[in-house]
């Protein structure tokens, strides 16, 4: 507990040229002691019920993570107490999750219960068209984001002959050197892995500043696609592991496969990508060492394909847009369909198991 609790905001899904892209699995820890998992359609309140439990444990002086919605930033799929060891997640479409010790750790809350159905059943047909019509919004934005991967690849394989790599490994061999100083961590290796970024309905969004509260160091890596930068995270984040560290991994909104930030909580150091189409300028106390990865290009040869890079650079921006155009109308499609459960609910009932689940809470506490 503490006087002033420390909020971290993360993206436990994600909107990538992959599909919908789910870390969820990491949102709880292992060995969490209670996991409620909150099912119930549109507009039943989930996200509201989460956030109250989330606001009393803030003024209890716990600190909090809220794990935030890729398809309404305004919206939340989880939060987590970590002293506590406990989280309260969404357990529907499209991040469906079961319960893995039920009864024991995991507990299912159904705010399907309290809704009255016959006045929902008259707006079945809307219901489903409405559910199809988002579906299809999303698939479109998927699409949209497969053009901005392709163009980003050929970004990549214009620069990565270019790129001085015998220099990036040097830079990465002194870092890990620097770093890890041949000692191991006092943990386990374990890795956790979420999104620092998010294609929502309102932009492209990350909570960085956030996660590396209580960090004294980051380095931050600079440099266009197919630099490197990645790849040189994934090296350093399997040093860690190897030394027992643990640590926390977070990818890239785009392309899930490569890391945009890692945390190695026991050194106090974050390392944190900024790119052209997901750029990063920390409010950090600490100290900041930037590390620039095209400064190990060879210019001079690039200038034959400026005009191609300038066309990979003019569609990948293009196509994210486009990406969150198909994401808010999805949003707004999603909010319609809210109103067909919103009348329906008993929210008198929900504040009654919200209230229960709250003093359940408190005397797992004392």
Known sequence: MSKNPVIRKMFPGGVTYLGFHSYYKYLADTDATHIYIIKGGPGVGKSTFMKKIGEEMLKAGYDLEYHCCSSDNNSIDGIVVPELGIALLDGTSPHIVDPQTPGAVDEIINLGEYWDDSL????????????????????????????????????????????????????????????????????????????????????????????????????????????GKSSFLTHMAEDAKLLNYDVEIYHNALEPDKIDLLIIPELKTALAVSSEHYPYTPEFSGAVVSLDFDHYLDRSSLTVYEEYIDDCRSRVEQSIQRAQTHSQRAKKLHDELERYYIPAMKFEAIDKKLYSVLERIRKAIH
Not at 134 to 140: A, E, G, K, L, Y
Not at 165 to 184: K, P, V
């Open 120 to 227: 929902i059943i008259p707006h079945k047909k809307d219901i489903i068209d409405c559910n199809k019509e988002i579906s299809r919004c999303f698939q479109s934005a998927y699409f949209a984001l497969k053009d901005a991967k392709n163009a980003m690849d050929e970004w990549e394989f214009y620069i990565q002959p270019h790129q001085n790599w015998q220099g990036i490994n040097q830079l990465y061999l002194n870092l890990s050197r620097e770093l890890y100083q041949a000692s191991s961590g006092q943990g386990s290796g374990k890795i956790r892995r979420l999104f620092t970024w998010a294609h929502t309905p309102q932009g492209r969004i990350q909570y960085i500043d956030s996660l590396i509260l209580g960090m004294q160091t980051l380095y931050l890596l600079t440099g266009q696609a197919g630099t």
